[in-house]
């Protein structure tokens, strides 16, 4: 069984920086996509970034420049740095497996995750 744990969430001032990590067990981070997601008002998920099994790696245009997702192989782990924040990125962000093709934020926003974490709470304050 897949388990995926959120770390390093918390509060953060507008234009500073927070490093997101998430544990994984019961799989490892090179057997399928795997993706930031975070919430977004009414409930509904929106893709953050995925690490494809390649190590390639896509990104929500909000986000680009400004985050970077990586994995560690080793360590069974991934990351989401997350620098010059904005008050629209304070939400909860879940750490996320993304089993079908294709991998990407596109993808995981329109057609789903499998398996997500508790999510870590990122709260931003101007």
């Known amino acids: 069984q897949v388990h995926l744990a959120e770390s390093g969430g918390g509060p953060v001032q507008a234009g500073g920086s927070l490093r997101l990590s998430c544990a994984v067990s019961?799989?490892?981070?090179?057997?399928?996509?795997m993706a930031w997601v975070r919430q977004i008002p009414m409930g509904g998920l929106d893709g953050v970034a995925t690490?494809?099994?390649?190590?390639?790696?896509d990104y929500a245009w909000a986000v680009r420049g400004r985050f970077t997702a990586y994995k560690d192989s080793k360590k069974n782990m991934i990351y989401l740095e997350m620098e010059r924040v904005k008050p629209d990125d304070g939400t909860t962000y879940y750490c996320a497996t993304r089993h079908r093709r294709p991998c990407s934020v596109e993808a995981a926003t329109l057609y789903g995750i499998n398996d997500w974490g508790k999510g870590a709470l990122v709260t931003i304050s101007s």
């Open positions: 019961g799989t490892t981070v090179d057997s399928y996509c």
């Open positions: 690490i494809d099994t390649d190590g390639s790696i």
